[in-house]
């Protein structure tokens, strides 16, 4: 019996923020499963800010989006993924889909929870923790007990890499958008000072934390950048000499036609203090998965990392998921589970 498979297009490109009406739920049958072929039905699917870019070109008109997704094998003429295997894929925005496990643009591979909840493969321990690891002592050559800062430090990376830091013996500044965010970063994250961008002058709130004065190192040594604007041009006077800034994303920009930001007009300061700003892709990272998923899952278990999901029920909501995530509506990692495990 072929599934019926619910899945998400995109209708027009966006100016500005989206809206739920430039997407629309189609319905369609996957195929049974051929010889070498079996069906996945996707339970989770991750909704991530990079996808907003892409909607301006990348992302096909009339065509199912794609993204990660966490599911399981629910028929299979093919002897290396079973029924009722977890997989991972990039096959998401939509309910179930027809493998063959060798697509490289599906990108199915099996998954093994060991004894991890699957959702923690969507989170800290998959993308958005290794990018937080691999941005923050790879790119940003995190020495212990720096001073760090991070933006967006409630979402998804942002609360793994202050914690990380955390970990590392660092003095940290996150940055979020509401007072229930900030009050999780201190209270549950241990974060040393919670600035809420939204209601304090961002300037003035990070001097106060990190006044760079002349002679001492009271200023920021790592700046783990995911807002860019007016972030940035905040950051870049605080920075302490020899800084460095791993650039993870520009959130504030991507809304804007060519995901162009506000002015970063404190620039000088690279001269000045000697930083090194450098942007980076989680891709940079694969040598260091292991190393990672072992750190990850014993900090874990330690207690020392805490992660938090906001998840989205069903794919009818997957584009307000989307749009939620530029209005600050996740508190850790914003997932859509569109099935029961
Ligand atoms: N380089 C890579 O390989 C890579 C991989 C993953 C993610 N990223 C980047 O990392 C950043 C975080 O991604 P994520 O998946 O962890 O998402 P996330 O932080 O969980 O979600 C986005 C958060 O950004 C904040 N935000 C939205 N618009 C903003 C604005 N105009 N100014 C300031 N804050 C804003 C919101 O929180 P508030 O309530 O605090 O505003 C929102 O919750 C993004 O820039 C993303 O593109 C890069």
Redo the contacts with the bound molecule.
């Keep these: 019996m072929p599934f019926t498979s619910k899945e998400v297009h995109l209708l027009e490109r966006p100016q500005g923020l989206p809206t739920p009406a430039q997407f629309r739920i189609v319905a369609t049958q996957v195929p049974d499963p051929q010889d070498g072929e079996f069906v996945v039905q996707n339970i989770y699917m991750s909704v991530?800010?990079?996808m907003r870019p892409r909607l301006a070109g990348q992302t096909e008109l009339n065509a199912p989006m794609i993204g990660g997704t966490i599911g399981k094998v629910v028929q299979s003429r093919q002897a290396d993924f079973k029924v009722g295997d977890f997989v991972t894929s990039l096959c998401g925005f939509r309910e179930y889909f027809l493998a063959n496990g060798k697509d490289k643009a599906q990108n199915v591979q099996k998954l093994d929870p060991d004894g991890m909840p699957l959702t923690a493969y969507m989170s800290v321990l998959g993308?958005?923790g290794l990018?937080a690891y691999g941005?923050l002592l790879e790119t940003g050559a995190l020495k212990d007990g720096e001073r760090v800062f991070v933006?967006?430090?409630?979402?998804?990376?942002?609360?793994i890499a202050v914690q990380i830091a955390k970990l590392k013996g660092c003095y940290v500044i996150g940055?979020?958008?509401?007072d229930e965010?900030c009050a999780w970063l201190k209270n549950e994250l241990g974060v040393d000072v919670a600035i809420n961008?939204?209601t304090q002058e961002l300037r003035k709130a990070l001097k106060e934390a990190a006044p760079n004065s002349p002679g001492k190192k009271d200023g920021i040594d790592v700046y783990f950048e995911?807002?860019?604007?007016?972030?940035l041009n905040a950051a870049l006077p605080r920075m302490n000499f020899q800084g460095r800034i791993p650039?993870?994303?520009?959130?504030?920009?991507?809304?804007n036609f060519g995901s162009i930001s506000e002015p970063v007009t404190t620039l000088s300061n690279m001269i000045y203090n000697r930083l090194r700003m450098e942007?980076?892709?989680?891709?940079?990272f694969e040598h260091l998965r292991l190393q990672f998923l072992n750190d990850m899952k014993r900090w874990i278990k330690e207690g020392k990392i805490k992660y938090r999901e906001t998840i989205v029920d069903g794919i009818e909501h997957a584009p307000h998921a989307l749009i939620?995530?530029?209005?600050?509506?996740?508190?850790?990692?914003?997932i859509v589970q569109l099935a029961k495990e």
């Design positions: 991530d800010p990079a993308t958005t990018t941005g933006s967006a430090a409630a979402g998804a990376v942002g609360s940055s979020a958008g509401s965010k961008y939204k995911n807002v860019g604007g007016d972030h650039v993870c994303g520009m959130i504030s920009a991507y809304n942007g980076f892709v989680v891709y940079y939620g995530l530029f209005k600050g509506e996740n508190i850790g990692k914003m």
